[in-house]
């Protein structure tokens, strides 16, 4: 079992930016793959970037590439996701999911493991 939790949520202006953190427990290893998705109100759950620990590889969706930045600390079992130059559209509850099988996971029914969110409000 692998319980996941948030942080670092909140309210920022546009062009600012936030720090999402990620605290893993339980059977975490080396060949999971954590995810960022977020949901905006009236919404789908949307992937926004992946880490795999194995060969520390990242993966992002195209609206965020180049402003959002995912990292890990695999001695703390965390993982981050640097949100830079935030939109008034980047506003959505962030979640953190993981999965422990193999392949490329961008898909919101790919992870088995999920925190309960974090609220991030950008407001123009």
Known sequence: QVQLVESGGGLVQAGGSLRLSCAASGRIFSNYVMGWFRQAPGKEREFVAAFRWSGARTYYADSVKGRFTISADIA?????????????????????????????????????YWGQGTQVTVSS
């Open 76 to 112: 703390k079992n965390t993982v981050y996701l640097q949100m830079n130059s935030l939109k008034p559209e980047d506003t959505a509850l962030y979640y953190c999911a993981a999965d422990g099988r193999p392949g490329l996971r961008l898909g919101v029914l790919e992870y088995a």
